[in-house]
């Protein structure tokens, strides 16, 4: 056997470790797609954005907080990585509004400059998202805002659950904006994440659909009898203009 082992040499190279591509340190994405020349550092806001986290969110490779982070002037946006978070109460001791939907939030838009000195918004999937604030209990005595905009997430090589979802920079972005009523501030923090997404275009990824749109092709498909009972769909956007975007 060992004879026949000696015939067939095997290469040391085999056994070697891959080798990890080199991340930029600010914004997170590997060097050669670096979308640092484009984050407008140092912005100036009044209200401090705290980003509780998921810990599954560290394993993502196209996350839009380190953007945040490098964007906001030093001090203005912390993040906590966990899914409990005991020191919560410290952080809640001045004005704070946790960014989540429901009908016992107020808009944005209506918030009055100075309200709230600081922003809490959940990072993760929309599931996460829920479960962060069910374990959270100490979120429910705080006051909500959200977001009542029309428009779309740039962030379109990620599915989101509808048309309206946004990422949490654009969230956060929006949010602050409407609540400062500080034109154009939403347009500098997402500018990195335009870049990020164009770059996965021109790599090949494709501007996916929404959940609910995959859900509803999902179910034409079956009610015509094309899909198979364990195909899993992957649904993109039909005529996207990518180099318009």
Known sequence: MDELFNEF??????????????????????VAVCVCHLITKGLQVATKVIVLQH???????????????????????????????????EILSVPTALLFPGKDATNCSEVIPGTYKQLICLDGTWPQARRLYQKNRQLHNIPKVMLNSPRKSVYLIHSQPTAHHLSTLESVARAIQE???????????????????????????CAHSTQDEAKAIRKQQVKDGEAEKDFTIVVQLDNFDYDAF
């Open 179 to 205: 609540m400062e009523k500080l034109d154009g501030l939403e347009e500098k923090l997402i500018a990195p994440l335009k870049e990020m997404v164009r770059t996965q275009f021109r790599h090949g990824a």
């Open 55 to 89: 810990p599954a969110e560290q394993n993502r490779q196209l996350r839009t907080v380190p953007l945040l982070e490098a964007s906001l002037e030093k001090g203005k946006c912390m993040v906590l990585v966990g899914k409990r978070f005991k020191n919560l109460e």
């Open 9 to 30: 040499p095997v290469s040391e190279d085999l056994f070697e470790e891959p080798v990890q591509r080199l991340s930029c340190s600010v914004c997170a994405r590997p």
